[in-house]
């Protein structure tokens, strides 16, 4: 697919893997609207990185656990250019506690943030990604939904959840032309990643045969070959973690 003129929407637009996925399309010529919830600083700074390399982009503010916002990002994006060809559900928090010190608000938060933002944001934007005849979905979900982690029951449940929901998906819109894939990064570099504490990250480190972080930008580059030469790649998890979890 060329993706020059294309439109892009990134949700959790405007930091670490987000930020790295909307400045990637724009180097790569697509029109790319920037979503954020509370940090509009960080959003206009790719905003203004993108346009001084010469793309285009807009930053729009939008809580997309919230179905109706989820729904007038979708719009703003209309609004502007006309169209929808990408969605990127990449909006995610976490809440690391152990279970037995779980309670309902960290449990309900995490999976609204990070697994129910994709169902308002693909309902609201599939009839354009439909009309687009060619129209991308990729949700970032994560190796924790794959493998678990340790205190981490509500994030590994929504990446988990995010999975089962690009198969079925995925199923469901293979004759329309719109291929829907999950892209599951290891620890990648981030400032979610750097919250770690030290001791602990020299581990994971230690147990991942490239012996290295990734780099958010591997993300970003996953993101450009499923839109771009992904015409026959649909339903997968695409693995980018040096190994960790094969």
């Not at 928090?93 to 994709?118: G, P």
């Not at 981030?190 to 958010?216: F, S």
Request: aromatic share 6%; charged share 20%; with cysteine.
């Amino acid at each position: 697919m060329e993706l020059k003129g294309k439109v892009a929407i990134v949700t959790g637009g405007s930091k670490g893997i987000g930020a790295a996925i909307a400045k990637e399309l724009a180097n790569n010529g697509v029109k790319v609207i920037v979503n954020y919830n509370s940090s509009k600083e960080s959003a206009e700074r790719v905003v203004d990185d993108i346009q001084l390399n010469g793309g285009e982009a807009i930053a729009v503010k939008g809580d997309v656990s919230i179905s109706q916002e989820a729904a007038e990002l979708v719009q703003a994006a209309i609004n502007k250019y006309g169209k929808l060809d990408i969605l990127i559900n990449n909006a995610g928090i976490t809440r690391d506690r152990t279970f037995k010190k779980l309670d309902e608000t960290n449990w309900r938060k995490v999976i609204d943030v990070n697994l129910n933002s994709a169902f308002n944001t693909t309902s609201a934007a599939l009839p354009y990604l439909i009309e687009s005849g060619n129209g991308r979905i990729i949700n970032i979900s994560s190796i924790i939904g794959q493998s678990g982690g340790f205190g981490q029951t509500n994030y590994s449940a929504a990446k988990a959840g995010l999975i089962g929901f690009t198969k079925s998906l995925a199923l469901e819109l293979a004759r329309t032309g719109v291929t829907v894939n999950a892209i599951c990064p290891g620890f990648i570099e981030t400032d979610m990643v750097a919250e770690m504490p030290q001791n602990v990250l020299e581990q994971v480190i230690a147990r991942i045969p490239m012996r290295r972080l990734g780099h958010a930008g591997e993300i970003a580059r996953a993101v450009i070959y499923l839109c771009q030469d992904g015409e026959y790649i649909t339903g997968q998890q695409i693995n980018v973690n040096g190994g960790l979890y094969m």
